[in-house]
């Protein structure tokens, strides 16, 4: 198995945006990053938290079938990513395995090592001239 990280896309009402989820799903029908877990958070306008399974929006419906889904995000898992919306916003939050990294892993732990972390750089960290499409 490949890293696994737990992801929150948030956008900026109470309502997905579906082109932006059909890119995030793209991915996983490419094959780069396998979908284990997934679910719909929101922060309503007056600050209240919910919580919704991906069957309940067509965009998302039938995307968490099969042997390899797993409910592993939960209600504290929910609460953690509401605190980083803002009011009458909304989040999508996956589980994802990095399938692309799956073979570096495998030799890392044959070797007897093992992944012990990594760190999310955020874009704008990243001098311009580095990122991918930079001109």
Not at 106 to 118: E, F, L, M, N
Request: hydrophobic share 50%.
């Amino acid at each position: 198995m490949g890293p696994v990280e737990f992801i929150v896309l948030a956008f900026p009402e109470e309502q997905l945006r579906v082109p932006a989820v059909e890119a995030v799903m793209g991915l996983r029908k490419t094959g780069v990053v396998r979908l284990i877990d997934g679910l719909v958070a929101t922060r309503t306008a007056s600050g209240e938290v919910l919580a919704a399974e991906f069957d309940e929006f067509v965009e998302l419906r039938g995307l968490l079938t099969g042997r390899d889904v797993a409910r592993l995000i939960g209600p504290e898992d929910v609460q953690e990513a509401a605190r980083l919306l803002e009011r009458g916003s909304c989040a999508l939050l996956l589980l994802v395995e990095h399938v692309w990294a799956e073979d570096a892993a495998i030799a890392v732990r044959t070797a007897g090592g093992r992944i012990v972390g990594s760190v999310r750089i955020p874009p704008d960290r990243i001098p311009a001239d580095t990122r991918t499409g930079a001109a």
